[in-house]
């Protein structure tokens, strides 16, 4: 018992204001040959005007890899094209990267880049790995919430685990352990106004997944990532294939397999967007 309200404390100190680090500077989408960021416009309550886009890990930290390809190069990648696209075809739509570069951002951060700018929605891609067996393959995206299986609890850890590589994590998380059990579900169990949202938004993509990109689908799963934690707004997190196995990585870092996976996420927004704008 002594143990578990150790590990609880911590996490409730991380639910102040406080926890938000001010001022790092985040990369985004710009106006031809202007300095000025871009302003959505103030034309209804239920549009979607600005979309912050994660390319999981970075510089220092690579995420999971194959035999030729780092996650970090992969996730870089589908985030700018998935940007581009969502870009090209929504001009007033504010598109926010919070790295555009090859460089390292705290996991909290990420979060608070969308908080900052009021984000309607925040996309964070990755991808998977099976330490098991390199015959495991296809797409599943997470939301925040209580994991259902081991192997959810497993790629949260994994994800979370990032936080060691960051200065001051012990300060920064309030002592949140990454490799505790106890601490990741009790992550999971912040629930936030924009639960619905984020699940209806991941079984689209997980629908388009299959439908526009001939994908296995492995479905929309909820666990406890640090990543989700704090943004305020619907989020989801991607896990794009598995890089582990080999016939996935050759997909990933192909040109074809990025464009169809940027696309059918594209089409997933894209329906996501109809329907909070038509009020459905």
Known sequence: MTTAVLLILPLLALTTPGGLLPGVTQDTIRRAGSQELETAPNDGPNQVRTVVL???HGGKDPGTHGRYVKE??????LILQLGRKIKNKHPNVRVIYTRSSDHFVDLI???AIANRNRADLFISI?????????????TETYTLGLHRTQRNLDVARRENAVI???????QTYKGFDP??????IMLANY????MGSSINFAEKIERSFRHNADRKSNGVKQAGFIVLWKATMPSVLIESGYLTNPAE???LRSDEGQDEISTAIYKAFLQYKQEIEAGE
Do not use: I, M, W
């Not at 970090?72 to 990648?77: D, G, S």
């Not at 060691?164 to 012990?170: R, S, V």
């Not at 629930?191 to 924009?194: D, G, L, Y």
């Open 54 to 56: 994660d390319a999981g």
């Open 72 to 77: 970090k190069t992969v996730n870089l990648a």
């Open 109 to 111: 951060e990420r979060g």
């Open 126 to 138: 990755h991808c998977n790995a099976s330490p098991s067996s390199n015959q495991v393959y296809g």
């Open 164 to 170: 060691l590589q960051e200065k001051n994590y012990q």
């Open 179 to 184: 490799n505790s059990p106890l601490a990741t």
């Open 191 to 194: 629930q936030h106004a924009f």
């Open 249 to 251: 990585e050759d997909y």
